[in-house]
């Protein structure tokens, strides 16, 4: 009986210490645990919060402006044609007036208006010689008191563009003249050759010769003096033909200033510019050179057949 209680007394206690036991290690085990997630968590948090913060950076990331376009002005195609003077940019000048007129200069920065007679290019050809007589031919100017004068050929003439054009001609021997377009040689005279008057030959070559090759360019002189306008015979305020003498370089265009603006007159081979219902005549003149240079004219009074000094000139190139 004594044994009976003794052994139930030390189950009752293996009992206690197996559940002290087991007591004491779940809460050792929940320590742990905790320890664990008290030390884990806030890197985990920090990762996280840094992740999302990048995300949401990528996110609201404002959009990138668009890229401004270049102000830088394309190239004009028509630069080295005819027409260029419609697309670039012009600077304008003025000039003092001479005192029977009232003028003004505006110099466009353009492109040649030159037809088939390009500045700055040499044209091979051959010269031949003519007598020149008082210097008078097609390009109506009358005589001249310069015979170093020049017939340009009918195709360069172009409708008398050539006239009033300073040449360069050189000959193989090295010998130079400078001629004055005042006159068209007719055909056979090919494209290239200039008919040149005795007196501008013999500078290259006697004049027995009778023919020789040749280089020749365009010129824009040093000295020149200043521009005249001649209105034709018979021009009256309902026709007129308008002519322009003395210019350092060949002419693009001549107008007139009607009630509806500039108006451009149509060119003859005799070198005038007409206005058959009269439009314009006896109003302002507006020349236009090849360089893209104009010059306005005012003052010059209709008087058929007078030669009418402006005072202005066109610039050298």
């Known amino acids: 009986m004594q044994e009976t209680r003794q052994a139930a007394r030390q189950r009752r206690h293996r009992r206690r210490l197996m559940v002290g036991t087991t007591a004491g290690l ?33 996110e609201t990331l404002p959009p990138t402006p668009p890229r401004q376009k270049s102000s830088t002005p394309s190239p004009s195609a028509s630069s080295p044609t005819l027409s260029a003077s419609a697309t670039t940019p012009k600077a304008s000048a003025t000039t003092s007036a001479a005192p029977s007129s009232a003028s003004s200069r505006t110099a ?33 100017y009358g005589p001249s008191s310069d015979m170093m004068i020049a017939a340009m050929n009918t195709t360069d003439y172009e ?121 314009g005549c006896g109003g302002a003149i507006r020349l236009t050179d090849i360089y893209g240079e104009q010059l306005t004219i005012s003052g010059i009074a209709l008087r058929p057949e007078a030669v009418q000094s402006t005072g202005v000139q066109f610039a050298r190139h």
């Open 108 to 140: 466009p920065a353009t492109s040649s208006l030159a037809g088939r007679i390009q500045p700055k290019r040499t044209y091979q050809g051959v010269a031949t010689v003519y007598k020149a007589g008082v210097g008078d031919g097609a390009c109506s």
């Open 159 to 279: 409708t008398s563009a050539a006239c009033g054009a300073h040449v360069l001609v050189r000959a193989a021997n090295g010998a130079s003249v400078t001629v004055r377009i005042t006159n068209e040689c007719p055909l056979p005279c090919a494209p290239g050759q200039l008919d040149l008057s005795e007196q501008a030959f013999a500078k290259l070559a006697p004049v027995s010769t009778g023919r020789i090759a040749i280089t020749w360019s365009l010129l824009s002189p040093d000295a020149s003096g200043t521009i005249s306008i001649r209105y034709k015979n018979g021009s009256s305020p309902y026709w007129c033909g308008v002519q322009a003498i003395g210019h350092r370089n060949p002419l693009a265009r001549l107008e007139v200033r009607t009630g509806g603006g500039w108006r451009q007159l149509a060119r003859t081979d005799y070198n005038y510019f007409l206005s058959p219902d009269g439009s």
């Open 26 to 58: 779940a809460v050792t085990g929940l320590l742990v645990c905790l320890v664990m997630t008290m030390q884990s968590d806030p890197k985990g948090d920090a990762g996280r919060s840094s992740a999302t913060a990048v995300a949401d950076s990528e």
